[in-house]
């Protein structure tokens, strides 16, 4: 527990990867419209790269990231936090079991993205820019199919393999390359005729940057969630109404 001076009202499980944790920090201090550095919201950031691979666990049927993330929440938690936030899409497949030991509510991702899509489309189908762990944990998948809206992702391995390459190209700080291979997952999302995207992978958006097609409409899952974030740490009563 630390001192009523230090408590972080906002605590952060980052480091997956460190570049995506700094573009989150990034997008949290840009969505508070603050007048002086007090009016920011204070945080931990828990950056922790050591905790192993999300996708892969996941495509292969096992847990060994949970542990970390779980010790990582409880570390949080033990900080008196209020929310928590994950800056990795593929580590919400263990949504349920880290928010049922978690004192301090932790924001959902996908749920994020997603209110930030329909605040903004009305269309019925969407593509799903994601890791293959996370596409195949299906959350999004399920989310959207609750909001009326279809994952329909280009068909054929070009557009995924493109995906994985600028999602790697991040992590090794390639980011040129990052960009193009961006630049073609998109391309074939407007070959295929869709008109939005969830970038669902946190390395996505720095892949992104100035890469977006005219006319697509493309939704920041980090950005939906640094917004959520912020939304709900100003304005105590609609995190109430959300709990209700």
């Avoid at 050591?50 to 990582?72: C, F, T, Y």
Wanted: net charge negative; hydrophobic share 45%; proline share 5%.
């Amino acid at each position: 527990m630390t001192g009523r001076l230090l408590r972080p009202r906002l605590g952060v499980v980052g480091g997956l990867g460190p570049r995506a944790t700094a573009d989150f920090y990034r997008k949290t201090i840009d969505a508070v419209p603050a007048e002086n550095d007090a009016d920011h919201i204070s945080m931990a950031i828990l950056s922790v790269p050591q905790i192993p691979d999300r996708s892969g666990a996941v495509r292969e049927g096992n847990d060994k990231p949970l542990p970390w993330l779980i010790e990582a929440v409880e570390m949080l938690n033990s900080l008196d936090v209020e929310i928590i936030a994950i800056a990795c899409n593929t580590a919400h497949h263990w949504y349920d079991a880290l928010s049922e030991g978690s004192r301090a509510e932790i924001i959902h991702i996908a749920d994020a993205a997603i209110d930030a899509l329909l605040r903004q489309y009305r269309g019925n189908k969407a593509a799903v820019m994601a890791t293959r762990g996370t596409l195949h944990s299906g959350f999004y998948q399920q989310r959207l199919q609750e909001a009326g809206i279809a994952c329909r992702n280009p068909i054929g391995p070009a557009f995924q393999d493109a995906v994985d390459d600028a999602i790697r190209q991040v992590k090794l700080g390639n980011l040129e390359q990052a960009k193009l291979a961006c630049a073609a997952a998109f391309e074939h999302c407007r070959e295929d005729g869709l008109e939005a995207a969830i970038l669902a992978c946190t390395e996505l958006p720095i892949a992104a940057e100035d890469m977006v097609p005219e006319g697509m409409l493309v939704i920041d899952a980090s950005r939906a969630l640094a917004l959520t974030c912020v939304q709900r740490l100003r304005n105590p009563d609609r995190r109430r109404n959300a709990a209700m």
